[in-house]
């Protein structure tokens, strides 16, 4: 079966510090991969998304970039935080073929002091 | 663009009553829907998906959803309700031609006991 891994679960980082959070994927191949933002437990974000290595489109410009190293790993990067960085942010993986549904990490709760 | 709206910011229900949960979208061609279930600080989890066929779709948990093409609403419902039901509840849509999942603002179901 297919699992997805999301870490760190929680994170304080001060304005102006880099960030680096990772995903990764188990169980499947050339999963398409996404990264969103939940402000304020509500609606959903769409950053980055992802259809194979190193192929990553953004959706919203911002001071975040993401990386897709390997086939089943995505990482969601900064170099330098905003406080308006901070929130939920959820990975998520999904089959190739358009019917199917996507399936999300845990969670990382970024704070931005 | 595709779109999903979510009119109800909360819903709150009596436990064993019927509850409904509703969406509405904006799509061209054939629409791929979903519904997912958040609890607090928790990714979020599938529960059932409308791709072809029949309008009423069965999922986890006891949910269902009735898919009405006429009115372009695809409604989450569940015959009797549970207190553990409290949660937040996304439509979602993933966009034809692309691997982007779009989703509503969210429902807060509080189920009162």
């Known amino acids: 079966s297919q699992t997805i891994h999301q870490w760190p679960a929680t994170l304080v980082q001060p304005v102006g510090s880099p960030l680096s959070l990772e995903c990764t994927v188990e169980?499947?191949?050339?999963?398409?991969l996404y990264w969103y933002r939940q402000a304020a437990g509500r609606g959903l974000q769409l950053l980055f998304y992802s259809v194979g290595i190193g192929q990553i489109s953004s959706e919203v410009p911002q001071n975040l970039s993401a990386s897709r190293p390997q086939d089943r790993q995505f990482i969601l990067s900064s170099k330098k935080l905003l406080l308006s960085d901070s929130g939920f942010y959820l990975c998520?993986?999904?089959?190739?073929?358009?019917?199917?549904?996507?399936?999300f990490g845990q969670g990382t709760r970024l704070t931005v002091v | 663009a595709q779109s999903v709206a979510q009119p109800e910011d909360q819903v709150n229900v009596a436990e064993g009553n019927p509850l409904t949960v509703k969406c509405t979208y904006s799509v061209s061609g054939n629409p791929y829907l979903f519904w997912y279930v958040q609890y607090p600080n928790r990714g979020l989890q599938f529960l059932l998906k409308y791709i072809t066929g029949d309008n009423l779709v069965k999922g986890s948990y006891g949910f269902e959803a009735e898919f009405n093409k006429s009115q372009t609403s695809f409604h989450l419902k569940k015959p009797s309700a549970l207190v553990s039901d409290s949660a937040l509840y996304f439509c979602?849509?993933?966009?034809?031609?692309?691997?982007?999942?779009?989703f509503g603002t969210g429902t807060r179901l509080k189920v009162l006991a």
């Open positions: 979602a849509v993933r966009e034809v031609g692309t691997y982007k999942y779009i």
């Open positions: 998520a993986w999904s089959r190739e073929t358009e019917n199917t549904e996507a399936f």
């Open positions: 169980g499947t191949s050339n999963p398409n």
